[in-house]
């Protein structure tokens, strides 16, 4: 099995300050991690949960794939994060397996990952991240 767990689910937001206070209010949340992630064009909260996190995010450019989504799409679940020991294998592993890969090789993503994206067309309209602690 190559996927460890489940690393993070990530939730579009127009608002970040507005989604992390509903998270405190609502389940009494505490930010864990925060980062702009400047080649991605977002910036993330994430709130933990057990080993896993839920990531709130929010484009910080027009131009960025997330403000493109809430355009889109509008708020709401953008993408899963799969934990694995190699993204590498991982990616080849899904690839071999019919999946488009966004990413064509991992890359640096957020605390000190390493992530790579896999497009919905072929992962049965879920957008994954593979993410490398």
């Given at each position: 099995m190559i996927l460890?767990?489940?690393d993070h689910v990530a939730i579009a937001v127009h608002d970040l300050e507005a989604a992390i206070d509903y998270y405190k209010r609502a389940f009494g949340a505490e930010v864990h991690h925060r980062e702009v992630v400047e080649s991605d064009g977002v910036e993330?909260?994430?709130i933990k949960v057990a080993d896993s996190y839920i990531q709130l995010t929010t484009p910080t450019r027009p131009d960025s794939t997330?403000?493109?989504a809430?355009?889109?799409r509008g708020e709401g679940v953008h993408h899963i994060g799969y934990r694995v020991d190699n993204c590498a294998d991982a990616l080849a592993a899904m690839v071999a397996a019919g999946a488009t890969a966004i990413d064509k090789e991992p890359r640096p993503g957020s605390r000190g990952t390493t992530v790579a994206?896999?497009?919905p067309k072929g992962s049965f309209g879920t957008l994954i991240e593979l993410v490398q602690e």
């Amino acid at each position: 099995m190559i996927l460890t767990e489940i690393d993070h689910v990530a939730i579009a937001v127009h608002d970040l300050e507005a989604a992390i206070d509903y998270y405190k209010r609502a389940f009494g949340a505490e930010v864990h991690h925060r980062e702009v992630v400047e080649s991605d064009g977002v910036e993330e909260a994430l709130i933990k949960v057990a080993d896993s996190y839920i990531q709130l995010t929010t484009p910080t450019r027009p131009d960025s794939t997330m403000a493109k989504a809430l355009e889109k799409r509008g708020e709401g679940v953008h993408h899963i994060g799969y934990r694995v020991d190699n993204c590498a294998d991982a990616l080849a592993a899904m690839v071999a397996a019919g999946a488009t890969a966004i990413d064509k090789e991992p890359r640096p993503g957020s605390r000190g990952t390493t992530v790579a994206f896999v497009h919905p067309k072929g992962s049965f309209g879920t957008l994954i991240e593979l993410v490398q602690e």
